[in-house]
């Protein structure tokens, strides 16, 4: 199979396995589980999910068990988006091309959507009997969860906050994104490979391509940002200069960035290439990210 | 040991407990450290893990699985208490006798807290080597899930919101109840059962001993929130009749609700007859939260 009808297959079996495992909309509390529903569904690139089943495929974890990883990441990373597009954090309107939760909602229903959801991602991931290994299943979990809270996903976006209209050096700027975005992409990865394997040498080796691809999303996030238009990303464009938050464009200036992502990306092959044929559609998923169009 | 030396040293150990397990306030980022650690240090009655170490203690777990499950459990509360008080919630300035996260720090740093609060507990209760039985683990880590999401505590509270102002019945006001307040509660109680115990029947007796407990603790908090003060309470007293809030005194009135609350501790000593004198501590917690001053 090709690239881009692997990546549309996955994408279409992850909105399916969302589609079942999200409360269904009729289900008390109705307002609730209808707005999770509209911030989870049809829409969205599905990075993670796709990043968790390349590695699980590698690893021999099964397409049932992929589905589960895949709802979990889905569901923490949407209830961050949530969250961040808030009035009190980046106060944005538009998200996957609609009005955001609390614009379509209210800022209440914002609030629970992300709070549900996040829980939702932990109950998913600890269903009993989706690993034959409970410790691994553990493992998963424990993974998640450290990549997620204050000292990874919600740890880079207090940092982003604080970094508003301050000057930051590049190694400050990397460590924000490491936590922000780079933390649950790394746990994608590693959460698809655990699905499958358990040894180390393959893991370390899938950890450091992690925290390649990770970095090198965020680089590429960070000049579309700056030249692409609102209708294709789907979000508000030119956000990050009009907020004044500092970027790889800002701090580096948009050349270097474009050389630094492709930097990362020969740096993610390279840690790939041992891996030989397995890890195909790791190094796809590395050269679709880095010629997102800009 | 008596009920009241049992409860302070219960109370002590888990705010050390709390004191170890939240990220250091000098760790980055820092301000989200500082402010998870406000949140959740020096308050409360910590009632969810004094119910976690009664039938934890019951069933035969060790104080040290028993502190990260208490730990969880807070984190959890604490998590929901934050959310709360914000200004699209409840917008509430005193909590514990302090001045309101969002008050003392800012909107989105509490937004930022109570996310990374939820993670904390899912992060706790999954760490590695606490149950000796990981499949076990796993399913308090389902339950502490169950519990807390859509279906359980921010369901109540999305249901909650959903009647201020409305004319509800007593049925509907059980329900919200049972999800906002009992759910947790109940988990509480499972939670130190399973790390002790894997008997059928003695975790069905304590399910419907939570059951009643939660209940029976929401109407003591109905009855407080009209006759007791701010002082007393340590958060905004009468605030449920200013916001137009259903409560069981407003819906079936005060000496009812008093009924109720005895009728409910009955039951709940009842279904703990049979276990006899290991279940001391359980009937002295249903005491004490029925004896709260009203």
Redesign the interface.
Known sequence: MKFPEWMASVQRRVEQALEQRL?AAQ???Q???QA?RYATLGGGKRVRPLLAFAAGEMAGATPERLDAIACALESIHV?SLV?DD?P??DDDVLRRGKPTVHVQY????A??V???L???A??QL???GLFE???N???A??L???A????GM??G???D??SVGKSITREELE?MHIHKTGALIRAAVMLGALAGTTDDATLERLNHFGKCIGLLFQVVDDILDEVADTATLGKTAGKDAAQDKPTYVSIIGLTPARTLARELAEEAHGTLAPLGAAAQRLKEITDYIVSRPF
């Open positions: 409360p289900l008390a509390p307002r609730l589980h999770m209830y969250h808030m009190c954090m209210d800022e209440a229903t609030l629970l992300g709070d549900a996040q829980t939702l932990f109950e600890s269903t009993l290994d409970a410790g299943q553990l493992r979990v424990a998640l969860a450290k997620s809270g204050s000292r919600a740890g976006q207090a940092i906050l604080d460590f």
